[in-house]
């Protein structure tokens, strides 16, 4: 239904989506591509207000989980309406940190909304806007961990414990067995270099085809 290329990166916290996804929109862009770089929660003003209040400082940790997701999916369904869909209608590649993956795992493993509930809200709040290429950046919990705590905390979220950070991992592996068609698992581990030289082969291999 779109000419351009659709590319989310998604993970636990602390795998290094940052650095991956800023490597790989400059060697997009330095190969001639129009590149669209955004993320979710945000990615356009009325996201962006709404990924403040699920982040406010006084009230951001105590959104009940029905209302955590509904205030995502209202912030998706503005910026797949003003941001993705016509930048892939005008043929741009769009890169985005984390979308619908991070509600199957956040939600829906992690806060047990029911699936029900949760496909629906991405119905209707993607419409029919499916990443072309899904990167899982993985690496061991303890791992994420320390890494998050060296960084410093900054939400709800970076504050768990390592069994959080395990049952997220474990989510994300489970999302890209369920959706293998698009996703690829990356071995976060490794040297940043050699991580993005990885990514930038497959986000290639994978344009070609399209
Ligand atoms: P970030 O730290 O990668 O910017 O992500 C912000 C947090 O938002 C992250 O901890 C995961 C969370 N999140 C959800 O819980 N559900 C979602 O659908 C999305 C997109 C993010």
Redesign the pocket.
């Known amino acids: 239904m779109t000419n351009g290329f659709f590319i989310t990166f998604e993970g636990g916290?602390g795998v290094g989506?940052?650095t991956q996804i800023a490597q790989l929109c400059e060697r997009l862009k330095q190969k001639g591509q129009d590149v669209v770089q955004t993320?979710?929660?945000?990615g356009t003003p009325h996201a962006e207000k709404i990924?403040g209040l699920?982040?406010d400082p006084e009230l951001g940790h105590s959104w009940n989980p029905q209302a955590?997701?509904m205030l995502?999916?209202a912030g998706?369904a503005m910026h797949v309406d003003h941001l993705i869909r016509p930048s892939l209608m005008g043929g741009k590649t769009v890169v985005c940190?984390?979308?619908?993956?991070?509600?199957w795992?956040?939600?829906g493993i992690?806060?047990k909304q029911p699936e029900a509930f949760i496909d629906i809200l991405i119905e209707h709040a993607t419409d029919d806007v499916i990443p072309d290429l899904t990167f899982i950046l993985d690496l061991p919990a303890e791992e994420g961990l320390k890494r998050v705590r060296e960084r410093g905390i900054?939400?709800?979220?970076?504050e768990q414990d390592e069994e959080f950070y395990e049952q997220v991992r474990q989510g994300f592996l489970t999302i890209a067995g369920k959706y293998a068609e698009r996703c690829v698992i990356i071995d976060a581990m490794r040297e940043p270099g050699e991580i993005a030289d990885e990514i930038e082969r497959i986000a290639l291999e994978h344009m070609n085809r399209v």
Not at 39 to 42: D, Y
Not at 154 to 158: N, Q, S
């Open positions: 916290e989506k940052t993320r979710e929660p945000g990924r699920l982040s955590e997701v995502i999916s998706r940190d984390r979308f619908t993956d991070s509600t795992v956040y939600q992690v806060q900054r939400d709800h979220y970076d």
